[in-house]
């Protein structure tokens, strides 16, 4: 079965600054998607950035993008110029290529809290 | 914009309470799912279906079952509430097609207290 592991619980950046969230993950497929998503304080999850394990390019999505690392398993999400919307728990999910039933589902880590100051 | 809306924001219910989640998606899609988010434990599947009538169980889908009657609702049912399911319920949706494109949409989460 996989697994996500995300091993920061909190993380504290300067508004302005660079922070690197880490997330890693197991599992034995080949083909699969890596997910980043946001979750404001009482507000909606809402997804920030994707990856295709099959795409060895990593991602960017404006201020946001990932470390893509396939063979040590690896997807850590950057923010740069963090701002004070930066704020929220951030989520690391996968989801099997192989799409059928179960399969087809995302697999979450536990969540890091960030937290930008003024 | 794909629109996932849930019936209530806050819920208090008490043990033994039969209660009922309701989830509404507005873009057609297949697949709905119910998780539950705990501090430290991030997100934890529940139930989901794939088709109207369909129903498969998640990770921990004791103490709850689904209904999906039309294709866009889906309802979480505590069949009699307890302490242990105080929690935020979160609903999802997607497309059945696969692919990196293929997010789930979640809704604004119900926070539920069982007293």
């Known amino acids: 079965a996989q697994t996500v592991t995300q091993s920061q619980p909190e993380m504290s950046v300067q508004e302005a600054e660079t922070v690197t969230l880490s997330c890693t993950y197991d599992?034995?497929?080949?083909?699969?998607?890596l997910f980043w998503y946001k979750q404001p304080p009482s507000r909606q999850m809402i997804l920030v950035i994707r990856?295709?394990?099959?795409?060895?390019q990593n991602a960017t999505e404006n201020r946001f993008s990932v470390n893509f690392q396939k063979a040590a398993k690896s997807f850590s999400l950057k923010i740069s110029d963090s701002q004070l919307g930066d704020a929220a728990m951030y989520f690391c999910a996968y989801r099997s290529a192989y799409y059928g039933g179960s399969q087809g589902n995302l697999i979450f880590g536990k969540g890091t809290k960030l937290s930008v100051k003024p | 914009d794909v629109k996932v809306t849930q019936s209530s924001r806050y819920l208090v219910k008490r043990t033994g309470e039969k209660v009922f989640l309701e989830c509404v998606q507005d873009?057609?899609?297949?697949?709905m799912f119910w998780y539950r988010q705990d501090p430290g434990l991030g997100l934890r599947l529940i139930y989901f279906?794939?088709?109207?009538?369909?129903?498969e169980k998640g990770d921990i889908p004791e103490g709850y079952s689904v209904s999906r009657e039309k294709k866009e609702r889906f309802s979480l049912i505590l069949e009699s509430a307890s302490t242990n399911q105080t929690s935020m319920y979160l609903c999802?949706?997607?497309?059945?097609?696969?692919?990196?494109?293929?997010?789930?949409?979640f809704g604004p989460g119900t926070r539920l207290t069982v007293l």
């Open positions: 999802a949706s997607n497309l059945m097609t696969g692919g990196a494109r293929n997010e789930q949409f």
């Open positions: 279906s794939y088709d109207v009538k369909m129903k």
């Open positions: 990856q295709e394990a099959y795409k060895q």
């Open positions: 873009m057609d899609h297949e697949n």
């Open positions: 599992t034995s497929e080949s083909d699969y998607y």
